[in-house]
């Protein structure tokens, strides 16, 4: 598999490789997604001042000025824009990937197809089809900003934590406002990994940081829907549905964290409850997983019966912490067996 990426100048192109696209120089921006898709080497062939200073800092170190193209490496023209998927496919042999980028017209088509890089295989319908259509344009603006993924992940807690408050006055105009509160929370928290990786950003600590985000911001929810309602009734039994809802988002969060964040690895720290090959069971609980359920939350706030939501929280989140343990220990046993089922 070809490990070198040379990069040479193209024939006729007017936008010169120093370019801001989505915040970064056009060249250096393939360059820190070659780091991405695997290439242990990049030369720029025929470098002028203006590459030399879109290149200059350690983020672009292993980057190498050459004359030439170097023998049995990928050569690319620098105004070709590639996404690491593009890239991890050059590698593998594909004939060609990315978007030519000629003249500045080009460069709204060159955002748009980084952009479409960045909608995940694994989520849920909505996701795909709605809040990702929003927090990509969000993130096409912020993309040229100071504004960092971590603060984007502060941000998407922050209106969570407030929809949820709204939920302590169970009436239909409050829970709406907090339930739509709570799906911009699930827009904004797209920003974060969408900034990540068109800034190339990306952490260890700001994985982390997202992922328990989104959980307490969950917590809080179930916890608000269960002391509004019990207030409303003048009776504790509805604390203990919030306290099922909130131990079982808890247990399930620190379960999966423990099985699939732990351990040091290239890529995202989270894609599936699985981590051993999927299965029918696994399947399930990455379905169940996914954020569509905010909907459901919706409408039912709009009918001002969240609680009824509550109480599939209360029931859902132990079934899915059993869920989990049941995918570990099959693993497990497989491991014992010496079998694993293909990825």
Not at 17 to 40: C, H, K, M, S
Not at 149 to 165: D, R, Y
Not at 223 to 232: F, I, K, L, Y
Not at 263 to 280: H, I, K, N, Q
Request: aromatic share 8%.
């Amino acid at each position: 598999m070809i490990r070198a990426l040379a990069l040479v100048a193209p024939q006729g192109s007017g936008v010169p490789p120093e370019t801001p696209l989505l915040g970064l120089p056009l060249i250096r921006r393939t360059v820190l997604a070659a780091r991405r898709g695997g290439f242990t080497s990049v030369a720029v062939a025929g470098a002028t001042a203006g590459i030399r200073a879109a290149l200059e800092d350690d983020a672009v170190e292993m980057t190498e000025i050459t004359a030439d193209a170097p023998p049995r490496a990928l050569v690319l023209p620098w105004n070709v824009v590639v996404s690491v998927q593009d890239l991890e496919a050059l590698r593998a042999g594909a004939p060609e990937a990315g978007v030519t980028v000629d003249s500045r017209a080009d460069l709204r088509g060159a955002e748009r197809h980084l952009l479409a890089s960045l909608v995940k295989e694994t989520e849920g319908f909505m996701s795909r089809h709605f809040e990702r259509k929003i927090s990509l344009a969000v993130s096409r603006r912020l993309a040229g900003t100071s504004v960092s993924p971590n603060a984007m992940t502060l941000v998407s807690l922050t209106v969570g934590l407030v929809g949820a408050a709204f939920f302590l006055r169970p009436t239909a105009a409050s829970e709406t406002t907090g339930a739509l509160l709570f799906l911009l929370h699930s827009i904004l928290d797209g920003c974060d990994g969408e900034l990540a990786r068109l800034k190339f950003q990306e952490s260890r600590w700001g994985g982390l940081l997202d992922f328990w985000s989104d959980n307490v911001v969950h917590a809080a929810v179930f916890a608000a829907m269960a002391v509004g309602w019990s207030r409303s009734l003048g009776q504790t039994w509805p604390l203990a549905l919030g306290a099922s809802a909130v131990a079982g988002t808890f247990a399930s969060a620190y379960f999966v964290y423990r099985r699939t964040m732990t351990r040091p690895r290239e890529g995202p720290l989270y894609t599936s409850v699985a981590t051993e090959g999927e299965t029918a069971l696994s399947r399930a609980a990455d379905a169940a997983s996914r954020r569509d359920f905010i909907y459901l939350v919706l409408i039912l706030s709009a009918l001002g019966k969240a609680r009824w939501f509550l109480v599939l929280a209360a029931v859902g989140a132990p079934v899915f912490f059993l869920m989990l343990t049941a995918i570990a220990s099959a693993e497990r046993r497989r491991r014992l067996r010496g079998y694993a089922p293909p990825a």
